[in-house]
């Protein structure tokens, strides 16, 4: 089950959508598509007589004991509000910290208990957990019953929705960089991307647009980006995590070495924008449409959270 819940955080590789190449000449301009925002109070799995029927105890913030007549037979997921939190409202773009104790519906033995310590992690988007979440409030502890799958037992989650954050940059604005592409922003936080005239830059480029004041991301740590990849040539979009709708994971020594020089160095709430030559990107080459060989690539992340490597 944790694997299942965790799936939406694997760091995914960049995907191309591919055009002709040609010169900038500055007006070319990327607007970015925008995945429409989950209603979390709809996703949310209903109560039933299995989630009702079961006695949790324990603080929340705290591993929990439950109590129930076993073995549960779980035909739906199924889901009740043991406390109701008095934090604010997730919605479908928050991103939660979240602390679960799990257990076996067949013999009630503990399973896994995680998030309790105060350890590092990342957040994961309340979108993914949708059905176990639901609109919650901060502070919130349920109690959900899942049913069985080819791969994984049935279970009963104690789940604590301990804090939530946005899914976007929240630093201090930057002045821009002259001879970069500038960005605009919409209401929720999707960039603009406009190409300036002339060539691209021969070498990797950097520019903060937010300062956060956050942790520093360090060489191997996993970031959790929100982003938008474009090529210089034409502004044609790449890969958007706006557009797939939810953050990535990337650990940065498995990404490419420009972007890795754009990550590494920068806090936690901070907005980037990079411009990366070919050699830093996918290699030397005529521009073509088949992939992203001799393309310039500029990419603008927002560095949402960080889990230090190990």
């Given at each position: 089950?944790?694997s299942?819940?965790?799936?939406?955080l694997?760091?995914?590789?960049?995907?191309t959508?591919?055009?002709?190449?040609?010169a900038?000449?500055?007006?070319?301009?990327?607007?970015?598509?925008?995945a429409?925002?989950v209603?979390l109070?709809?996703?949310?799995?209903?109560?039933?007589?299995?989630?009702?029927?079961?006695v949790?105890?324990g603080?929340?913030?705290?591993?929990?004991?439950?109590t129930f007549?076993?073995?549960?037979i779980?035909?739906?997921t199924?889901?009740?509000?043991?406390?109701e939190?008095?934090?604010?409202?997730?919605?479908?773009?928050?991103l939660?910290?979240?602390?679960a104790t799990?257990?076996d519906?067949?013999?009630g033995?503990?399973?896994?208990?995680?998030g309790y310590?105060?350890?590092?992690?990342?957040?994961i988007p309340?979108a993914?957990?949708?059905?176990?979440?639901?609109?919650?409030?901060?502070?919130s502890?349920?109690?959900?019953?899942?049913?069985?799958?080819?791969?994984?037992?049935?279970?009963?989650?104690?789940?604590?929705?301990?804090?939530?954050?946005?899914?976007?940059?929240?630093?201090?604005?930057?002045?821009?960089?002259?001879g970069m592409?500038?960005?605009?922003?919409?209401?929720?936080?999707?960039?603009t991307?406009?190409?300036?005239?002339?060539?691209?830059?021969?070498?990797t480029?950097?520019?903060?647009l937010?300062k956060?004041?956050?942790?520093?991301?360090?060489?191997?740590?996993?970031?959790?980006?929100?982003?938008?990849?474009?090529?210089?040539?034409?502004?044609e979009?790449?890969?958007s995590?706006w557009?797939n709708?939810?953050?990535t994971?990337?650990?940065?020594?498995?990404?490419?070495?420009g972007y890795?020089?754009?990550?590494?160095?920068q806090?936690?709430g901070?907005?980037?924008?990079?411009?990366?030559?070919?050699?830093?990107?996918?290699?030397?080459?005529?521009?073509?449409?088949?992939?992203?060989?001799g393309?310039?690539?500029?990419?603008?992340?927002d560095?949402?959270?960080v889990?230090?490597?190990?």
């Amino acid at each position: 089950m944790r694997s299942r819940v965790l799936a939406a955080l694997s760091a995914a590789a960049v995907t191309t959508v591919l055009v002709a190449g040609c010169a900038a000449t500055g007006d070319e301009t990327t607007e970015t598509e925008v995945a429409p925002t989950v209603d979390l109070c709809a996703m949310a799995a209903p109560s039933g007589t299995v989630s009702d029927g079961i006695v949790v105890d324990g603080e929340v913030g705290a591993p929990a004991s439950v109590t129930f007549a076993d073995p549960l037979i779980i035909s739906a997921t199924e889901r009740s509000v043991v406390v109701e939190g008095d934090g604010e409202k997730l919605d479908g773009a928050s991103l939660v910290d979240y602390a679960a104790t799990v257990f076996d519906a067949t013999s009630g033995e503990l399973v896994s208990s995680q998030g309790y310590d105060g350890a590092p992690g990342l957040p994961i988007p309340a979108a993914a957990i949708g059905p176990f979440v639901g609109c919650a409030t901060v502070g919130s502890r349920l109690v959900v019953a899942v049913p069985a799958t080819d791969q994984e037992a049935a279970s009963v989650w104690v789940l604590d929705v301990l804090s939530s954050r946005v899914g976007r940059a929240t630093g201090v604005d930057q002045k821009p960089v002259e001879g970069m592409p500038t960005v605009e922003l919409s209401d929720t936080g999707a960039p603009t991307i406009t190409m300036p005239a002339g060539d691209p830059p021969t070498e990797t480029k950097v520019a903060l647009l937010k300062k956060g004041d956050g942790a520093v991301v360090a060489p191997g740590d996993t970031v959790m980006v929100q982003y938008l990849g474009v090529r210089w040539s034409n502004g044609e979009t790449i890969d958007s995590s706006w557009s797939n709708g939810s953050p990535t994971a990337l650990v940065t020594t498995d990404i490419i070495p420009g972007y890795r020089q754009a990550l590494e160095g920068q806090t936690i709430g901070s907005q980037v924008l990079v411009a990366i030559p070919p050699g830093q990107a996918y290699g030397e080459g005529e521009i073509n449409d088949e992939d992203l060989t001799g393309e310039t690539i500029v990419f603008v992340a927002d560095l949402l959270a960080v889990l230090p490597a190990a």
